[in-house]
């Protein structure tokens, strides 16, 4: 019994303002690595940095 109440204590609620939150984060994320990013690493290694780009995916390079 008193394990279980020591754990309820540590269940971190996930509110809606949570949710919002890192789904916002993520779609900056996505987009600044996408677009500004790749743009900014276009202008400095020009062709080799495009094809690089064309072969390996965007946030996971495997």
Do not use: W
């Not at 019994?1 to 994320?29: A, K, P, Q």
């Amino acid at each position: 019994m008193i394990l279980r109440m020591t754990h309820l204590h540590s269940i971190h609620r996930v509110t809606r303002g949570h949710l919002l939150f890192s789904i916002t984060n993520t779609l900056y994320i996505v987009i600044a690595v996408k677009f500004l990013e790749g743009k900014d690493l276009r202008k400095v290694f020009g062709k080799e940095c495009e094809a690089y780009q064309k072969n390996v995916p965007m946030v996971i390079p495997f």
